[in-house]
């Protein structure tokens, strides 16, 4: 079956620190990866989208960026943190043929 | 207009009570809907999957598409205060992997 992972769970960063959260996924291959944002009590907030090994897609401009260095790991970077870049950030994958898509368990990220 | 509207509720009934959570979308080409529940602190988990317009029954589960007036909903009968929890409605055009539209959720309490 297929598993999905995310660290860490939580964080807490200074403002203009530098950011790198992972995702790694298990038991499928060549899967669609995506990276959300959820601020509290909002809906979800498409960040990047990955179709294959250093494909990236950013869906909104922002000072974070996504890379893909291998088929099933998915990381989210950033050089220096906002104080609006706090949220529960959210990676998930597809299948190419399906759009169901399964999430991790998320990383709380408080920028300070 | 957003292209998905979903009530925030907060959504509070009594444990037994049947609940409807509903969506509204404006893009007539979606043909795939899924509900997702998320409880709080944890990632979304994929509760109902549809194609087209139609019900679809769970369990105490039971999804509706009515393409005709962009509505969907999710019913849930015999509510329980395991329940509890935050629900996302999305939806898609293409059974391609890509990408889906997520309302902003509905929080829902059932109170025992």
């Known amino acids: 079956s297929q598993t999905i992972h995310q660290w860490p769970a939580t964080l807490v960063q200074p403002v203009g620190s530098p950011l790198s959260l992972e995702c790694t996924v298990e038991?499928?291959?060549?899967?669609?990866l995506y990276w959300y944002r959820q601020a509290a009590g909002r809906g979800l907030q498409l960040l990047f989208y990955?179709?294959?090994?250093?494909?990236i897609s950013s869906e909104v401009p922002q000072n974070l960026s996504a890379s893909r260095p291998q088929d099933r790991q998915f990381i989210l970077s950033s050089k220096k943190l906002l104080l609006s870049d706090s949220g529960f950030y959210l990676c998930?994958?597809?299948?190419?043929?399906?759009?169901?898509?399964?999430f991790g368990p998320g990383t709380r990220l408080t920028v300070l | 207009q957003k292209e998905v509207e979903q009530d925030p509720g907060p959504l509070s009934v009594p444990e037994g009570a049947i609940v409807s959570l509903n969506c509204t979308y404006s893009?007539?080409?979606?043909?795939?809907f899924m509900w997702y529940r998320q409880y709080s602190r944890k990632g979304p988990e994929l509760l109902m999957y549809?194609?087209?317009?139609g019900n679809k029954e769970d369990g105490r589960f039971t999804a509706q598409v009515d393409k005709s007036s962009k509505y969907i909903s999710l019913f849930i009968r015999d509510s329980q205060p395991s329940d509890s929890a935050t629900y996302l409605c999305?939806?898609?055009?293409?059974?391609?992997?890509?990408?889906?539209?997520f309302g902003q959720g509905t929080e829902l309490s059932v109170k025992p």
């Open positions: 998930a994958w597809s299948v190419m043929e399906v759009d169901t898509q399964y």
């Open positions: 038991g499928t291959s060549n899967p669609n």
């Open positions: 990955s179709v294959g090994i250093g494909q």
């Open positions: 893009n007539s080409a979606f043909q795939y």
């Open positions: 549809t194609y087209s317009s």
């Open positions: 999305a939806m898609s055009e293409n059974n391609q992997g890509g990408k889906l539209i």
